[in-house]
């Protein structure tokens, strides 16, 4: 059967970064937004998932429309013939991230990112970690001069967030605008009102 061409389709991994909270609020902005979602969650995902916030595999299982086992390499987001509007790493850890910058991928997670940037699609990773050292660095640096977004999850504090989940869901609708969809929980900067701010 073809495909069909109208489908909006973005695949999303969690790996076990701490911040587990960001994949799934992105699956619930997605679910939202009506887009198709294809999820894989690596292994140390599922421990951060539970000692965060209480949460199983099978808990997001239900909140996208495919899920694929880590080790699946041969599942439909390996190949750069299943066509998507690119992949969300939500959060990222400074391992994925090392894997995906030097494309010896070693999990269905890391080789949909590789299939990802390959193809020429939008990669955004959510990169958890501080401080960063030097080896850190590089690897964004290549991970950009590919094609890849970082998009470290910083909270905004110009949109007044007054609990975690507010700066959560802001930061999930930033990443998510960098797939051109706008989810109505991202706060606006409309800018300072007249005479707000001295001159510098």
């Known amino acids: ?3 069909k061409a109208a489908t909006k389709r973005l695949v999303v991994g969690i790996s076990g970064a701490s911040g587990a909270a960001y994949g799934v609020r992105a699956l619930d902005a997605l679910n939202e937004l009506g887009i198709e979602t294809h999820l ?3 292994r140390a995902a599922a421990l951060t998932l539970s000692s965060e916030l209480g949460l199983t595999p099978a808990d997001l299982a239900v909140r996208a429309t495919e899920t694929y086992r880590v080790q699946d390499i041969g599942a439909a987001i390996a190949s750069g013939s299943f066509r998507t509007m690119g992949m969300l790493v939500a959060p990222c850890s400074v391992r ?3 894997e995906i910058a030097t ?3 070693s999990s269905l997670l890391t080789r949909a990112a590789d299939v990802t940037l390959k193809e020429r699609r939008p990669l955004v990773l959510m990169v958890r970690e501080t401080p960063l050292h030097l080896g850190h660095l ?3 640096t290549a991970l950009a001069e590919m094609g890849a977004t970082i998009a470290p999850p910083l909270p905004a504090l110009y949109a007044g967030p007054r609990t975690v989940e507010e700066m959560v869901d802001q930061s999930v609708g930033r990443v998510l605008d960098l797939f051109g969809l706008d989810w109505e929980r991202t706060r606006r ?3 300072l ?3 707000g701010a001295d001159e510098a």
């Open 1 to 3: 059967m073809a495909e």
């Open 103 to 105: 494309g010896v991928t």
């Open 40 to 42: 894989v969650i690596s």
């Open 138 to 140: 590089r690897a964004m």
């Open 193 to 195: 009102a007249a005479g």
């Open 189 to 191: 900067w409309s800018g």
């Open 96 to 98: 994925t991230m090392s």
